[in-house]
């Protein structure tokens, strides 16, 4: 069983966005039984609260099923129980290593780094386009299952 935790600022845009695209995905190739995939954020700001409307509508466009996602933050725990840790940008990467007590176990990323072009995911929390952040996250889950099917699976 492979563990994927996503992380993004507030748990309601980049992050649950990549959650339910690698689901979607995981389950078309029929692995989903292989897999366990979760997202956080690095702040509590947004605790408790649904995706927001512009995720769902995204999300809603390209028909891809999403569940009933409550924001939550990050936790130590969650270092110990997700093998990947793969964050929307450098900041996230930074919070999430602070938040955790540091990456001595290696499984801190951010997204794009698995794609042919390393880079921060824009926060569409302040840009509204939506439909960036889904082709970036879509490239970067596409360059993380290479990795993985080269490497892991
Ligand atoms: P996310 O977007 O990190 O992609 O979920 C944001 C959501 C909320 C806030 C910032 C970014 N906020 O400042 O509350």
């Not at 992050?15 to 029929?30: D, H, I, L, T």
């Not at 995706?51 to 933050?73: E, P, S, V």
């Not at 794609?115 to 921060?120: F, Q, T």
């Amino acid at each position: 069983m492979i563990k994927v935790l996503f992380v993004c600022l507030g748990n309601i845009c980049r992050s649950p966005m990549a959650e339910y695209m690698f689901k979607s995905m995981v389950k078309k190739e029929g692995l989903e039984n292989d897999f366990y995939i979760d997202s956080a954020g690095t702040s509590s700001e947004e605790s408790g609260n649904s995706m927001h409307y512009g995720t769902k509508n995204k999300l809603d466009q390209m028909n891809i099923g999403y569940g009933n996602h409550l924001a939550r933050k990050i936790t130590k725990q969650d270092y110990e129980k997700f093998d990947y840790i793969l964050c929307m940008e450098e900041r996230n990467v930074i919070n999430a290593e602070r938040i955790v007590g540091g990456d001595f176990k290696n499984k801190i990323y951010r997204l794009l780094d698995f794609s042919d072009k390393p880079r921060d995911i824009a926060d569409p929390w302040y840009t509204g386009n939506f439909d960036k952040t889904y082709e970036d996250i879509s490239q970067g889950l596409q360059g993380f299952m290479k990795y993985l099917k080269k490497n892991v699976l």
